[in-house]
C-alpha cells in the first residue's frame, strides 16, 4: 500500500522534528552541564532550530508534492490526527504541571522553559507515531 | 472500478478506500451510504457488523 500524501507529512514532520529540535536539546543540554542558566543564552541557539525546521518542512512537503500528487485530507485523516492527538497531549500536560510545580519550587527559569519545551516536543513526537500507527495498523483494535 | 475511480466518486483519498476494504477502518455513515449508493445496494449488503477482510 502507497502512503498518502498525510501519511508522508507526518514522515516528514516527525523526522525532521527529531533531528533539528533533538540536536537543540543536546547542545542546550551541554550548555545546561556547564553552569548556562541565563535563558538569553538559548535564545540565539533555539532560533536557529525553530528557522530550519520551517525550511527542512516547507523544503519536504514540496518535494513529496512534486513527485506525487496531493489528494487532500479526508474523514480518517481529521479522525486519525484527533485520535492521536488525544492519546498524546497527556504529555504536554505532564510537562506544564512539572513547570509549575517548578515555579513553586522557585527552579531557575531555564529550566522551566525546557521541561515545557521538552513535554512539547515530547507530546508532539508521541502524535506522529500514534498517527503513523494508526495509518499502518488501523484504528480498528 | 479500480479503488481510485471510487475514491474519487465518494469523495475519499485511495488509500481510505484501502482500508475500508482491508477492514482497517469504519467509515462513517456518509461516506458507507455514498459506497453503497455507487454500486446501487443496500447498506447492508455492502457493509456488514464484523466482517473479515477477504
Redesign the interface.
Do not use: F, K, L, P
Given at each position: 500500500?502507497?502512503?498518502?500524501f498525510?501519511?508522508k507529512s507526518v514522515w516528514i514532520q516527525l523526522v525532521s522534528t527529531v533531528a533539528v529540535l533533538g540536536a537543540y536539546f543536546v547542545v542546550a543540554a551541554l550548555m545546561l552541564s556547564k553552569g548556562v542558566t541565563t535563558v538569553i543564552a538559548f535564545v540565539p541557539l533555539f532560533i536557529v532550530p525553530v528557522a530550519l525546521l520551517v525550511v527542512v518542512l516547507t523544503v519536504g512537503h514540496v518535494v513529496v508534492a512534486i513527485t506525487a500528487r496531493p489528494?487532500?485530507r479526508?474523514?480518517?485523516?481529521r479522525i486519525i490526527e484527533w485520535r492521536a492527538e488525544s492519546n498524546s497531549s497527556w504529555i504536554l500536560g505532564v510537562g506544564v504541571l512539572a513547570a509549575l510545580t517548578g515555579l513553586v519550587v522557585s527552579l531557575d527559569n531555564v529550566w522551566i522553559a525546557h521541561m515545557l519545551l521538552l513535554s512539547m516536543l515530547l507530546s508532539e513526537v508521541a502524535r506522529f507515531i500514534f498517527q503513523l500507527v494508526y495509518?499502518r495498523?488501523?484504528?480498528?483494535k | 472500478m479500480t479503488q481510485q475511480e471510487l475514491a474519487d466518486q465518494i469523495g475519499v483519498t485511495r488509500q481510505t478506500v484501502n482500508a475500508i476494504e482491508g477492514c482497517k477502518y469504519s467509515p462513517s455513515l456518509e461516506v458507507a451510504f455514498r459506497i453503497a449508493q455507487v454500486f446501487d445496494k443496500p447498506l447492508e449488503d455492502v457493509f456488514q457488523y464484523g466482517a473479515q477482510p477477504e
Open positions: 500500500m502507497h502512503a498518502s498525510e501519511e489528494d487532500g479526508d474523514e480518517r485523516d495509518y495498523r488501523g484504528m480498528e | -
